[in-house]
T-cell receptor
Framework: ETGVTQSPTHLIKTRGQQVTLRCSSQ?????VSWYQQALGQGPQFIFQ???????GRGNFPPRFSGLQFPNYSSELNVNALELDDSALYLC?????????????FGPGTRLTVL | DQQVKQNSPSLSVQEGRISILNCDYT??????FLWYKKYPAEGPTFLIS?????DKNEDGRFTVFLNKSAKHLSLHIVPSQPGDSAVYFC??????????FGKGTRLHILP
């Protein structure tokens, strides 16, 4: 077990709604990254937060936004949900940015958009 | 366009034999490569990595080989065990220190 937890485990929303996914990082980890894994694909980088500031972003529209809190928790918010947003959303925490082999992934939240 | 390609969606190997998982990448500027393993209902876990200054890295039953001229890397697992059945992702770290994953290869270890 990595010590990274995510909630909820599953979620069903309808098109146009908004969703908030939550991640609790390992204690002391000040970097969190979020990934989207669509069916049959590898995880795709959404963005990373370091000490509560965005520290890099992948090819995702602005309706994907995030927050990181001082207590090692973070959120991924998605507005105006689209059918293609259906995926497994993974968060990964690490002590520092740029250290890929010590990123610890949570089990993910499976989002279904109807 | 995919920057990291795993062309075999699945692979079946007899227990005790060698499993070889392959990965190709497109950008010769990538300089750090990783393999992750993923079980159902769990997040990916880091398995082994290799820097572009090396062509081989070994950790127990797992060895990663890097062929920079061919932009190809492979993961060898020997001997394969039932607990190795999982999805394996090849990944690279780009210049912005972000990870780019392949689509994954599902490995089945047969009894």
């Amino acid at each position: 077990e990595t010590g990274v937890t995510q909630s909820p485990t599953h979620l069903i929303k309808t098109r146009g709604q908004q969703v908030t996914l939550r991640c609790s990082s390992q204690s002391g980890h000040n970097t969190v990254s979020w990934y989207q894994q669509a069916l049959g694909q590898g995880p795709q980088f959404i963005f990373q937060y370091y000490r509560e500031e965005e520290n890099g972003r992948g090819n995702f529209p602005p309706r994907f936004s995030g927050l990181q809190f001082p207590n090692y928790s973070s959120e991924l918010n998605v507005n105006a949900l689209e059918l293609d947003d259906s995926a497994l959303y993974l968060c990964a925490s690490s002590l520092a940015s740029g250290v890929a082999d010590t990123q610890y992934f949570g089990p993910g939240t499976r989002l279904t958009v109807l | 366009d995919q920057q990291v390609k795993q062309n075999s969606p699945s692979l079946s190997v007899q227990e005790g034999r060698i499993s070889i998982l392959n990965c190709d990448y497109t950008n010769s500027m990538f300089d750090y490569f990783l393999w992750y393993k993923k079980y159902p209902a769990e997040g990916p876990t880091f398995l082994i990595s290799i820097s572009s200054i090396k062509d081989k890295n070994e950790d127990g039953r797992f060895t990663v080989f890097l062929n920079k001229s061919a932009k190809h890397l492979s993961l060898h697992i020997v001997p394969s065990q039932p607990g190795d059945s999982a999805v394996y992702f090849c990944a690279v770290m780009n210049r912005d220190d972000k990870i780019i994953f392949g689509k994954g290869t599902r490995l089945h270890i047969l009894p």
